[in-house]
């Protein structure tokens, strides 16, 4: 599986950006899609993911201001950013797990990153 993130970008406080990121390849029952971010100094933290059951979970730093959705029938998951703060800057990794069963219904888990985009909130 191949994570193609994209949307990045230079934004002043206070405005919006939205991320993308495709799911490509082959092999899998399920997958689930999600956001985390880096910023300098720090450890990589979630933002927003959904979970297996569909539901969604959302770092309370971003609720309220950023929103996950996904296309499933692309294997795409979103990310709009509102009413962004400096505070907000940091490199965004798309992340995805997915779900194979072989043939005796053993279940398999497998974690993937994509590159990250960098998302600059600055005046």
């Known amino acids: 599986v191949q994570l193609q993130a994209s949307g990045g970008g230079l934004v002043q406080p206070g405005g919006s950006l939205r991320l993308s990121c495709a799911a490509s390849?082959?092999?899998?029952?399920?997958?689930?899609m999600g956001w985390y971010r880096q910023a300098p100094g720090k450890q990589r933290e979630l933002v927003a993911v959904?979970?297996?059951?569909?539901?969604?979970n959302y770092a309370d730093s971003v609720k309220g201001r950023f929103t996950v959705s996904r296309d499933s029938a692309k294997n795409t998951v979103y990310l709009q950013l509102n009413s962004l703060k400096p505070e907000d800057t940091a490199v965004y990794y798309c992340?995805?797990?997915?779900?194979?069963?072989?043939?005796?219904?053993?279940?398999?888990?497998?974690?993937?990153w994509g590159q990250g985009t960098l998302v600059t909130v600055s005046s």
């Open positions: 992340y995805a797990e997915t779900i194979s069963y072989n043939d005796y219904g053993d279940m398999t888990l497998a974690d993937y």
């Open positions: 959904f979970t297996r059951g569909g539901s969604t």
């Open positions: 390849g082959s092999g899998f029952s399920k997958i689930t």
